[in-house]
């Protein structure tokens, strides 16, 4: 069984950077698209970037573009959010997910229903 495994949140100054780390132990992630998503207390949770692994495909919702950049590890089997100029409204648990129906229109999906594999989430707290 495919498990998700998040790392490197924590507590970050508004305008700092974090990278976080979703590794899938025992699994080689090429041929899945990966997601990254994130839940506030109290709001809705929040579609945020994905990478189709097989093509290289990425998708950016507005709200991170240029702030934030997906990507893969390949020597290290991770994938990674890298993210800069945090905001105190980037405060939020974010999780990866793991999709084995890869990508649309040559377009990696970025919706919660697409994928069937999610990690436990890391908390990102922004905040000075």
């Known amino acids: 069984q495919l498990q998700l495994v998040e790392s490197g949140g924590g507590l970050v100054q508004p305008g700092g950077s974090l990278r976080l780390a979703c590794a899938a132990p025992?699994?080689?992630?090429?041929?899945?698209?990966i997601g990254w998503f994130r839940q506030a207390p109290g709001k809705e949770r929040e579609d945020i970037a994905c990478?189709?692994?097989?093509?290289?495909?990425?998708y950016y919702t507005n709200f991170v573009e240029g702030r934030f950049t997906i990507g893969r590890d390949k020597v290290k089997n991770t994938e990674y959010l890298q993210m800069n100029n945090l905001k105190p409204e980037d405060t939020a648990v974010y999780y990866c997910?793991?999709?084995?129906?890869?990508?649309?229109?040559?377009?990696?999906?970025?919706?919660?229903?697409?994928?069937?594999?999610w990690g436990q989430g890391t908390q990102v707290t922004v905040s000075s």
């Open positions: 997910a793991a999709s084995p129906y890869g990508s649309v229109q040559g377009m990696c999906v970025m919706h919660s229903s697409w994928y069937d594999y």
């Open positions: 025992g699994f080689t992630l090429d041929a899945y698209a």
């Open positions: 990478i189709n692994n097989s093509d290289g495909s990425t």
